[in-house]
């Protein structure tokens, strides 16, 4: 319409208008733009009424937000003010500003480091190649209540019926004396171990060999594969320690490989010998004691190893019940049974670690609320006012 404001700003303030105010402001506005169109023209009151429009529509939408804001902070129980005089606060106080940062600092890094230490502590894997898929058959005899290890004839049985697990062997710690040419005598433990072992921990050698499958047969020469504290503390590093022996008890080996420093597989162990026990003529539930330990064939799972070694333990039970009608074998990580917290000296530990770790983070939380109102006690007058 001819002699009208601009469309476009009358659309402006229609949307961006109370409805209790639109009326008013619409006539008042459009009465001023007529006088000042016949005052100062056309062009300058449709861009004067232009700016009037975007003046009041920016007023009300800020007056919107500020309203929602109020509402949003009395439902929340915090504002904006207390927002900005919180930082007023850090700014004019910077010694309990760095006091307070460091408080939640230490509080942040204890409760990581108390989850670390708990998820460790729980949930164990041994520092090799896949740790977490190394696993041990721990056998549970219903009828004494207890672990039953005497398990060279189920060994064989495992190893050849069970599908989820690979490299299934055992090992067991034997006390001897090691006499090594131009040194003294010295009680060593040796762990007397299936050659799998060494493919279970998947470390190479620093020198020589692994132990190999036919180091297990009662003809084989004996051999010993040494780690490398032994290496250097008994044998000076000799480079050429593959052509030299070492006398466990009263059997002399030839030393056939090094380890690397750090490898201690199965248990902190330093020395090596092959497990010279032939599973397929023991006796059930008869000969030494022995752990089981193995790998989680590719694509399996715990869960899919035990349904599996729980229906060939039942077949076991079922042909020799005499024996074992109250044997139960079970799939557990390697680390379960050192870190057992079912256990009840274990899970005390474990309760007193979470005690302890809650107790720091309530002395850090109680030191920084002293802080905070002693600095409130200080400003009672002020906040009187």
């Given amino acids: 319409m001819k002699g009208a404001p601009p469309r476009l700003a009358r659309w402006i303030l229609e949307r961006a208008l109370p409805d209790d105010v639109r009326e008013d402001v619409s006539g008042d506005l459009e009465e001023n733009f007529r006088r000042r169109r016949r005052t100062v023209g056309a062009i300058r009151s449709r861009l004067w009424y232009l700016a009037q429009a975007l003046s009041f529509a920016t007023h009300f939408f800020a007056e919107r937000l500020r309203n929602r804001s109020r509402a949003a902070d009395m439902s929340t129980g915090f504002s ?9 606060m850090l700014v004019r106080y910077p010694g309990l500003t760095l ?8 509080a942040i ?14 949930d164990p894997a041994l520092p090799l190649d896949a740790g977490d898929r190394i696993i041990t058959v721990l056998t549970w005899d219903a009828a004494k209540n207890g672990p039953e290890r005497r398990v060279l004839h189920d060994l064989l049985i495992w190893r050849r019926d069970v599908k989820s697990l690979v490299d299934v062997g055992a090992y067991r710690q034997v006390g001897r004396n090691l006499i090594a040419s131009g040194g003294q005598p010295e009680s060593v433990r040796v762990a007397e171990m299936s050659a799998s072992g060494f493919r279970v921990a998947r470390v190479a050698p620093m020198m020589g060999r692994h132990l190999l499958d036919g180091d297990e047969r009662e003809a084989a020469p004996p051999v010993v594969v040494i780690g490398y504290d032994l290496w250097k503390s008994r044998f000076d590093g000799d480079p050429t320690i593959l052509s030299r022996t070492l006398q466990l008890g009263s059997l002399t080996y030839s030393i056939v490989g090094v380890m690397p420093e750090g490898f201690a597989f199965p248990i902190n162990h330093r020395i090596w010998i092959p497990l010279k026990v032939n599973p397929a003529s023991s006796v059930r539930l008869k000969g030494p004691d022995v752990l089981v330990f193995g790998r989680l064939a590719p694509g399996s799972t715990l869960e899919t190893a035990q349904s599996e070694l729980t229906s060939v333990g039942q077949q076991t039970a079922a042909a020799f019940p005499s024996t074992h009608e109250k044997i139960r074998p079970r799939v557990l990580p390697y680390t379960y049974p050192f870190f057992d917290i079912r256990n009840a000296e274990t899970g005390r530990l474990y309760r007193s670690v979470k005690y302890l770790m809650s107790l720091l983070l309530l002395v ?7 802080l905070v109102y002693a600095r409130t006690a200080t400003r009672q007058g002020e906040i009187a006012v």
């Fill in 364 to 370: 850090v939380c109680v030191n920084v609320s002293i």
């Fill in 109 to 122: 890094a204890i409760a990581a480091g108390a989850s670390s230490i708990i998820n460790r502590f729980t």
């Fill in 80 to 88: 904006w003010m207390d927002f900005k005089l919180g930082f007023r």
């Fill in 99 to 106: 006091v307070g940062v460091f408080g939640m600092a230490m």
